[in-house]
């Protein structure tokens, strides 16, 4: 690679870092605290859709994707956990797993443009990040 790979601002700016994969830095979605959220973004420049990564890649990415998921599942015991590459406001590739229960507040519809954002607090935010990051330590999402 020649260029160098920089997160999109808005990314930046909306999420947390949780841990750097292989493939994908893990995000956490700060910017709404009623579902948890993880983004997933390849650190591949210029990558906009999931078809323009090199085959190991997808295939990495794939992995990634079903052990961002099955931390959730661990953690939070959702009912489904929906996952999208949508990247309509940011094209900067990166995937969205969330997970889902029968009683969040717009089940069972999409989440994208139901509700007004809800950030988290400092102090939940500290705890959702170290809830993650005690479960990675402890390899709860690896199948």
Avoid at 76 to 99: C, E, F, M, R, T
Wanted: without cysteine; proline residues 7%.
């Amino acid at each position: 690679m020649t260029e160098d790979f920089v997160l999109h601002q808005q990314l930046a700016a909306d999420t947390v870092w949780i841990a750097d994969w292989p493939l994908s830095s893990l995000l956490l979605m700060r910017a709404e605290r009623r579902w948890p959220w993880l983004i997933l973004v390849p650190r591949r420049p210029g990558k906009r859709e999931i078809a323009d990564l090199e085959r190991a890649d997808r295939a990495l990415l794939i992995e990634e994707i079903a052990d961002a998921t099955r931390l959730l599942q661990v953690l939070y015991d959702p009912l489904k956990v929906n996952v999208a590459a949508l990247g309509n406001s940011v094209s900067q590739l990166h995937v969205h797993v969330i997970a889902r229960t029968r009683d969040d507040p717009v089940w069972p519809k999409p989440i994208w443009g139901q509700l007004p954002a809800e950030p988290y607090e400092a102090s939940e935010l500290e705890t959702r990040l170290a809830q993650l990051r005690h479960a990675l330590t402890a390899g709860r999402h690896k199948g």
